[in-house]
Nanobody
Framework: QVQLVESGGGLVQAGGSLRLSCSAS????????MGWFRQAPGKEREFVTA????????SYADSVKGRFTISRDNAWNMVYLQMNSLKPEDTATYYC????????????????WGQGTQVTVSS
């Protein structure tokens, strides 16, 4: 089992930046591809970004490409999401997730989830 805890969310003005962190415990995340998903009120959960086990591959949703960057530190069992040029439409609860798949953007294929951290972007 892997336990995931997100932090770093908050309220920021449009154009600002936030860095989300995901702390893992229980097992080494080096065995898992990791991803970030988000869910806004009244909307479906959506894929944001994913990173392979050794950081060799990343993928981003078109809506965040060029603004968000995912990274990981397997030695510290941490995953990060750097979010720049934030927009009001980025407002959502952000979830960190881990999968035993080699690499996937499909939320149903993720096995472990954090409790989420709220990001609110004001206009």
């Amino acid at each position: 089992q892997v336990q995931l805890v997100e932090s770093g969310g908050g309220l920021v003005q449009a154009g600002g930046s936030l860095r989300l962190s995901c702390s893992a415990s229980g097992r080494s995340i080096s065995n898992y591809a990791m991803g970030w998903f988000r869910q806004a009120p009244g909307k479906e959960r959506e894929f944001v970004t994913a990173i392979s086990r050794m950081s060799g591959r990343t993928s981003y949703a078109d809506s965040v490409k060029g603004r968000f960057t995912i990274s990981r530190d397997n030695a510290w069992n941490m995953v990060y999401l750097q979010m720049n040029s934030l927009k009001p439409e980025d407002t959502a609860t952000y979830y960190c997730a881990g999968t035993g798949k080699i690499f996937t953007a499909v939320s149903e294929e993720y096995d472990y989830w954090g409790q989420g951290t709220q990001v609110t972007v004001s206009s």
